[in-house]
């Protein structure tokens, strides 16, 4: 079992940033992180993913350029800075983790666990 805690979510304008974290209560057995996201009415969409053993990050086609994913293996935490936001970035960010090899970091369907969710909301 991997519990995970996201945190840093807020209300912000457009153009500010937030950072949010994710801490992981053991990494040994997590593959990847992912940051997944979920408006209201939506489906929950991917936004970012990296392996632990990796620095390779991979990102939404709507965040590149934006949002960054970086981890910190000492701390077992993943973070995802998000600048540039957008009112359409509004939305519950969750993280994410898997326990295997997976090819595919962008289905939510390839992670076992996930957060409560942090909510972001973003300001005209």
């Known amino acids: 079992q991997v519990h995970l805690v996201e945190s840093g979510g807020g209300l912000v304008q457009a153009g500010d940033s937030l950072r949010l974290s994710c801490a992981a209560s053991?990494?040994?057995?997590?593959?990847?992180m992912g940051w997944f996201r979920q408006a209201p009415g939506k489906e929950r969409e991917f936004v970012a993913a990296?392996?632990?053993?990796?620095?390779?990050?991979y990102y939404a086609d709507s965040v590149k350029g934006r949002f960054t994913i970086s981890r910190d293996n000492a701390k077992n935490t993943v973070y995802l800075q998000m600048n540039s936001l957008k009112p359409e970035d509004t939305a519950v960010y969750y993280c994410?983790?898997?326990?295997?090899?997976?090819?595919?970091?962008?289905?939510?369907?390839?992670?076992?666990?996930w957060g409560q969710g942090t909510q972001g909301t973003v300001s005209e």
């Open positions: 994410a983790t898997n326990t295997y090899y997976t090819a595919y970091l962008n289905n939510r369907n390839s992670y076992s666990y």
């Open positions: 053991r990494t040994f057995s997590s593959y990847a």
């Open positions: 990296i392996r632990w053993g990796s620095s390779t990050p």
